[in-house]
């Protein structure tokens, strides 16, 4: 694969990716040289966020292998710049690269809240758990500014609506008043999002993430204030952090999360050769190591979409990934499965002009 990338080391610095190859419906990229480069301090890649109007924002799914049909997305792009983010293919359909364009170039759906309302409040809605986060995190670092999440959350609470959020972000605990209030009538439940242990690799493998010690603090905040939280371990990367499974499900735990989950890596797309130029400059001595496991899971193949296969791999390694993963889970307490959000409270709110029920 030609290496595309415009910009030097020096300017990514802090973000996962370290190209910026076309998008797979995008014209090929090559940088030039045009005789005018002058010796100068090489700027970093500024993140850019530019708003969107949605037309709509429930997105259904009808995948057997995930525990929800429908979730929304108020940003496209992360921040977080994790370069091992199974969502970065997605950047493809809006012109732009999944390589650095993806964690640099975002869009925030400035009317997602509203949107949101007018879509709950349908008639034909029929309630059942929402998903946020299962693409592009809703607490990455440019929520702090926007504020969708936040507006998000208060409508799902007007119309107690029950919600699954999954997050690396920090800036969850902001939320923590509406969370509570949920977290009381079995409306909510979160899921953070730990790698790894080792704070050094996780810096290099998701540069804007927050690091692993405080994400942990971020479950026992959350669980101290009832919130329930899972301590998620996805993805786990054969060879290079597989080892850690037990001790991450041990910090969960102590943390206070009450469930656990584990995903395999995905390299969908785009982001097998992401990955792959990521090892060979992060990890060369384990490179061979890591991508001959994936591929052992997934028939020769550096991914395998099917259903039932994409999430776990199949083969001895990761039937003994999930042996590991039960006993661990056995031994501390954490449930794999957990009692469905309640569905029964759902209420579409009155509205301004909305007449009153005779009744109520």
């Known amino acids: 694969m030609q290496n595309t990338d415009p910009f030097s080391p020096r300017c990514r610095k802090a973000r996962g990716a370290l190209s910026n190859a076309a998008g797979r419906f995008d014209l090929t990229r090559e940088a030039q040289d045009d005789g005018w480069w002058q010796e100068a301090p090489d700027p970093s890649v500024a993140t850019e966020i530019r708003n969107e109007l949605a037309r709509s924002l429930i997105s259904y799914n009808r995948s057997p292998d995930l525990p929800f049909d429908r979730s929304i997305n108020p940003y496209r792009g992360c921040e977080h710049g994790c370069v091992y983010c199974f969502a970065r293919p997605s950047h493809a359909y809006l012109g732009l690269s999944p390589g650095l364009d993806f964690e640099t170039r975002l869009v925030a759906r400035s009317n997602a809240a509203e949107v949101l309302r007018k879509e709950l409040s349908a008639r034909s809605y029929k309630v059942a758990t929402l998903a946020i986060g299962t693409n592009t995190d809703p607490y990455q670092p440019c929520e702090r500014d926007h504020l969708l999440m936040r507006q998000c959350l208060e409508v799902l609470q007007a119309f107690n609506h029950p919600v699954a959020i999954v997050t690396k972000g920090t800036l969850i605990e902001r939320d923590i008043d509406i969370l509570t209030d949920m977290a009381r009538r079995g409306l909510v439940r979160v899921g953070i999002s730990v790698t790894t242990l080792d704070a050094n690799l996780s810096r290099r493998m998701?540069?804007?993430?927050?690091?692993?010690?405080?994400?942990?603090?971020?479950?026992?905040?959350?669980?101290?204030?009832?919130?329930?939280?899972?301590?998620?371990?996805?993805?786990?990367?054969?060879?290079?952090?597989?080892?850690?499974?037990?001790?991450?499900?041990?910090a969960g735990q102590d943390a206070g999360a009450d469930a656990a989950s584990w995903i395999m890596l995905r390299l969908p797309r785009e982001v097998s050769q992401l990955w792959q130029d990521w090892l060979h400059e992060h990890a060369p001595d384990r490179a061979a190591k890591v991508m001959a496991r994936l591929r052992e899971m997934h028939g020769g193949r550096d991914y395998d979409p099917r259903w039932g296969h994409r999430m776990r791999g199949e083969g001895e390694y990761a039937e003994m990934i999930a042996r590991r993963f039960r006993l661990a889970c056995k031994r501390l307490g954490l449930a794999e499965r957990t009692a469905p959000l309640r569905t029964d409270l759902f209420a579409k709110p009155l509205q301004p002009g909305d007449q009153l029920s005779l009744f109520s």
């Open 206 to 250: 998701e540069p804007r993430a927050p690091v692993p010690a405080r994400r942990l603090a971020t479950i026992r905040r959350l669980s101290a204030a009832g919130v329930p939280v899972r301590i998620m371990t996805s993805p786990l990367v054969p060879g290079l952090t597989d080892h850690e499974l037990e001790a991450l499900l041990a």
